[in-house]
Structure formats: structure tokens, C-alpha cells
């Protein structure tokens, strides 16, 4: 039994959890998932990994209520455990695999939106305990959806809320935020991150491809079983199908299909939807299971 040291409510329908876990947090990196489950009969749910802390062998996540599962999920309390916490999983951020020195001379932007605040705050930390300060962007619909605000404020170098009804700090969606900080206000970077729903990456990659400015997405939202077997996380990057779980979670965004992977992970949803992509795509619907050659 993985052990829950903390359970709070971080907004509405949002949670954060420390559970016990250390060979986890011994060798997870910034930008992994884990994969959780309740009991023997539970369902797997893939979690972004939000922090860690080696020393005392915890591991932070952060979900949303949005079915039965996570709906169980937000009543346990300290003292309460998981049955499984698997990982580390999927690829670490490529930044992990940069010398500090080269990573130094770099401009960083972070784009977060809503829930992807969470994986980008151990990436701007990992990068700041090594000196390296990045800007980051963090929007949320309102005021009482923003999360991990103070949190962020200890590692980003600049960071700039904003919120879509304007209810607190800058108004407006993310997007805007990036083009005034590029037009208005004399901002440049050789690098973005954007971590968030699907429809804010995919818009924050048409923004910056304007300004020719490479950018990384994390395609976590639509993984599902998180080992390559359900086929969920299928997309086309640059033309070639990647498996979200086991390819990524982190892909060039200008390079990703957003359009076809939205479609599909609405049918995806329904039972007919799955059996069709399934018959469509046949030996290639997997990804790392062993049952195509489709992912390395």
C-alpha cells in the first residue's frame, strides 16, 4: 500500500496528494507520469508527476474530478493509500538530458493552463535549483481555478497570471499574454513549453510558429492506460504515428496533428468510436505493447 501523506483541495474539484513512494521518487524526473489505482478492481488512472522529494521518498500529483474513479479518488484522506503507484513512466523533459551551462544561455517561456500548471512547476524547479530562470505563463478561467500559484512564484524567474474573464491579474487568454510580451514589451526566447488542455496548445504552437519560436507540448490529456496498450494516445507527429504514453508525453508542438487528435480522443469516449478507430487502424492502434512495431 502506497501511503497518502497529504490530501488537500486546491480548487474546485482540483486535489493534491504527497504519497509514500520512494523507489518512485528516487529516479522520477521532471516531465514522467505515474500511473495510480485504488484497488484490485480499480481503474488505472495516468498522472503527471507535479513534485517530488527524494529525501523523504514522496511523490506529489495533482488530478481533476472528472468520472468515478477520480470522484473516489478525492475522498481519501491522509493515512488512506493506493494499491498500485507505478513509474516512473514515459520520457523525461529534454531539458533533464541538457548541460546546466548550455541550459544558462537560453530564454525559457512556460505556458500552464489550468490542471498543466502542475507538470510545469517541477520543470521551472528543476531548472531554477540549478540557477536557471525561466519566465512562465500560467492562465486559468478564473481567479478560484488558479493553482499553485505561490509555489510558482518561489522558482519562475517572471511570472505573469493572467485569467480569461480578467477577474485576476492580466485578462485575457494565454495567447495574448505571449504576444504582448514578445510585441509590447520587448520579451524574446529560444524555447516555449506549453502544458494544458489540448485546444490551448494548439494555439499556443499557431502563436508562436508567428514568431518562429520552437515549442514543446505535453500530449498527457488524452493517455488512458498509459502503457501503449489501449491505443488512446495515438497521434501523428511530423506525419508518424507516436503513442503519447510511450513516445512522449513531450512532443515538438509545431509538428503535432492537434485537429486529428482531438477528434479522436472524442471518439475515443464511446464504445463504438473505440471499435472503430480499432478496425481502422488495426495492427498500428497499439503502441508499445509488443503487438506492432509502431513504437520503439
Known amino acids: 500500500?502506497?501511503?497518502?501523506?497529504?490530501?488537500?483541495?486546491?480548487?474546485?474539484n482540483i486535489y493534491l496528494m504527497d504519497v509514500e513512494a520512494p523507489r518512485v521518487a528516487r529516479s522520477c524526473q521532471p516531465g514522467q507520469f505515474v500511473i495510480?489505482?485504488?484497488?484490485?478492481?480499480?481503474?488505472?488512472?495516468?498522472l503527471t508527476i507535479c513534485d517530488y522529494d527524494r529525501e523523504?521518498?514522496?511523490?506529489?500529483?495533482?488530478?481533476?474530478?472528472?468520472?468515478?474513479?477520480t470522484e473516489m479518488m478525492r475522498n481519501l484522506k491522509a493515512g488512506d493509500g493506493f494499491q498500485d503507484f507505478v513509474g516512473p513512466l514515459g520520457c523525461p523533459s529534454e531539458f533533464v538530458h541538457e548541460e546546466a551551462e548550455a541550459l544558462k544561455k537560453k530564454k525559457i517561456l512556460f505556458v500552464a493552463g489550468g490542471l498543466g500548471t502542475a507538470p510545469v512547476y517541477p520543470q521551472v524547479k528543476w531548472l531554477h535549483e540549478r540557477g536557471i530562470d525561466a519566465d512562465v505563463i500560467v492562465g486559468a478561467k478564473t481567479k478560484d481555478l488558479l493553482i499553485m500559484e505561490e509555489e510558482m512564484k518561489a522558482v519562475a524567474g517572471n511570472l505573469y497570471i493572467t485569467t480569461d474573464d480578467g477577474s485576476y491579474g492580466r485578462s485575457g487568454m494565454v495567447t495574448k499574454v505571449i504576444e504582448d510580451l514578445m510585441e509590447s514589451e520587448g520579451k524574446?526566447?529560444?524555447?516555449?513549453?506549453?502544458?494544458?488542455?489540448?485546444?490551448?496548445m494548439k494555439f499556443v504552437c499557431l502563436t508562436t510558429k508567428k514568431y518562429e519560436l520552437p515549442t514543446i507540448v505535453s500530449m498527457n490529456p488524452i493517455m488512458v492506460d498509459g502503457t501503449g496498450m489501449c491505443?488512446?494516445?495515438?497521434?501523428?507527429?511530423?506525419?508518424?504515428?507516436k503513442f503519447a504514453c510511450v513516445d512522449g508525453p513531450e512532443f515538438d508542438g509545431h509538428k503535432v496533428d492537434f485537429d486529428q487528435a482531438m477528434k479522436r480522443q472524442?471518439?475515443?469516449?464511446?464504445?463504438?468510436?473505440?471499435d472503430f478507430l480499432k478496425a481502422r487502424e488495426g495492427d498500428t492502434h497499439h503502441g508499445g505493447c509488443g503487438n506492432c512495431g509502431s513504437s520503439e
Open 1 to 12: 500500500m502506497y501511503r497518502i501523506i497529504r490530501a488537500e483541495e486546491l480548487a474546485a
Open 188 to 200: 524574446s526566447y529560444d524555447v516555449c513549453v506549453a502544458i494544458g488542455p489540448m485546444i490551448m
Open 231 to 241: 491505443g488512446a494516445c495515438r497521434l501523428t507527429v511530423d506525419g508518424e504515428v
Open 56 to 69: 523523504k521518498g514522496t511523490v506529489t500529483i495533482v488530478f481533476q474530478v472528472v468520472g468515478a474513479a
Open 266 to 274: 472524442q471518439m475515443y469516449k464511446t464504445k463504438e468510436g473505440r
Open 36 to 46: 495510480v489505482r485504488m484497488d484490485a478492481e480499480g481503474e488505472r488512472i495516468p
